[in-house]
C-alpha cells in the first residue's frame, strides 16, 4: 500500500478489517513518515480519552414515576379500549342501533274497533312511548361512564400497590444502604489502626 | 467485559410489551452514556439532563416502533440527537443549526480530577472540542467517547457514511495540530 493519511486514521479509528490491517501494519515497518503520522494520530486519541465521562447528576426518572405516565385522558382512553369495557360498549352501541332503527321503520299500530263491547286485548293497551334517540344516548354516556370509572378504580388499585411495593423496596435499599456505610467505616478504623483483617479473622469474628 | 444475564434485546422485547421494571432497567444501563453524549454536544449539564429525560420519555413511548432490538444503540442516539438539535432550534431559531455552538465557558467542561492525565490535558481537549463545527464535535464524541461504527453514525446523524468520514477526518486533522504536542508533553 501507498501512503495514505485516510487509511491510517481508519486504523486508529478502528475501521478496517483484518487484511486492511495486516497491509497497513506491513507499510509501517518500512515508512517513517506514516509511523510519525501514527503516533501524533495515537497521541491524538489519548489526549481525547484524558476527558472523562462524568456521572450523570442524577438518576433518570423511571417509567412508573408520573413524568412517563400517560395524560389522564390518554389513560382513560387506552384503559377504556384495552378492556372487556370495550365489547360492552360495541353490543350497547349495537343493540342500541337495532331499537332505533326498529323505531323509525316499524309501522304504526292500526286501532281496530271492536263491535262487541269492549274486551281488553293487547289492541287496546297504550303500546310504551318509543323511546328517544337522546334518551339512547344519555343512556349508552351511562353505561360508558360507569365502564370508565370501574376500569379507571381498578387501575389506580394497580398503581397503589407498585407504588406501596417501590416504597418497600427503597426502605430496604436505604437500610442495606446504610449497613454498608456502616462496615465500610469500621473497616476504615481497622485499617487505620494498622489491623488488616484476614479471611480467617474475619471468619472467627463472625 | 460484563456479563449480562439479560440482553437488551429481551429488556427492550419486554418493555415494549408494557414491563416497566425491563424498561427501568434499560435505562440504567444507557443514561451515562446518553448523558454524556449529549453534555459534549450541548456543553451544558443542565440541558443534557433534561435532555437525557426526554430521550427515554420518548423512547419509551416510541419502543414498539423499534423494528428490530439489535439497532436498539443508533435508534436511541438518534432519538437524542434530534431533541437537541430541536433545543437549539427553539433557542435561536435565526440561527442556521450549523453555526450554532456550545455555550462557552471559562474552563470548558469541566473533568473529574485525575492523577494519570493531567488536568490542563483535559482542559485542552475540551477547549479543543470547543473549537470545532457542532457537527465536526459531534462527530467526534459518537466515534471515540461513544464507540459507535461509520454506518451507525450515518443512521443517527442521517447523513451518507461519506459525509460522517469527511466530517470526522477533517476533526482529526484539527484535533492533531492542537493536541499532538500536549498529549506528547503529558505522555513523555
Known sequence: MSCSPIVLKDYVLKELGDAERRAVDAHLKSCTGCREELERLRLTEAALFS??????????????????????????????????????????????GAIVYSAVTRPAPVAVTPAAPAV???????????VSEAEIQNRIDVAVRKAVAASREQEMVQVRQLVGDLQQKRQQFTLALAQLEVDEHKLSDLRHSGYYPTSASVREQQ | ???????????????????????????????????????????????????????????????????????FAPWLYRIAHNEAYSMFRKRRPETDVDDLEPEATETGITVG?????????????????ERLSPDQREAVVLKVYQGFKFEEMAEILACPVSTVKSRLYTAFDLLKTELAPVSARGVS
Open chain 2, 113 to 129: 480530577g485525575s492523577a494519570v492525565f493531567p488536568v490542563e490535558l483535559s482542559l485542552a481537549v475540551a477547549s479543543a472540542l
Open chain 1, 51 to 96: 476527558l472523562r465521562e462524568e456521572e450523570i447528576p442524577q438518576r433518570i426518572a423511571f417509567v412508573s414515576d408520573p413524568v412517563f405516565e400517560p395524560s389522564t385522558w390518554q389513560r382513560v382512553w387506552s384503559g377504556f379500549w384495552g378492556s372487556a369495557a370495550r365489547l360492552g360498549f360495541a353490543s350497547a352501541a349495537l343493540l342500541s
Open chain 1, 120 to 130: 281488553p286485548t293487547i289492541a287496546n293497551v297504550q303500546p310504551a312511548p318509543a
Open chain 2, 1 to 71: 467485559m460484563i456479563f449480562r444475564a439479560v440482553e437488551d434485546g429481551d429488556l427492550i422485547r419486554q418493555a415494549a410489551r408494557g414491563s416497566v421494571e425491563a424498561y427501568n432497567l434499560l435505562v440504567s444501563r444507557w443514561e451515562k452514556r446518553v448523558y454524556n453524549y449529549l453534555l459534549r454536544i450541548t456543553g451544558n449539564r443542565e440541558d443534557a439532563l433534561d435532555l437525557t429525560q426526554d430521550v427515554f420519555l420518548k423512547a419509551y413511548q416510541n419502543l414498539r416502533k423499534l423494528d428490530d432490538p439489535g439497532r
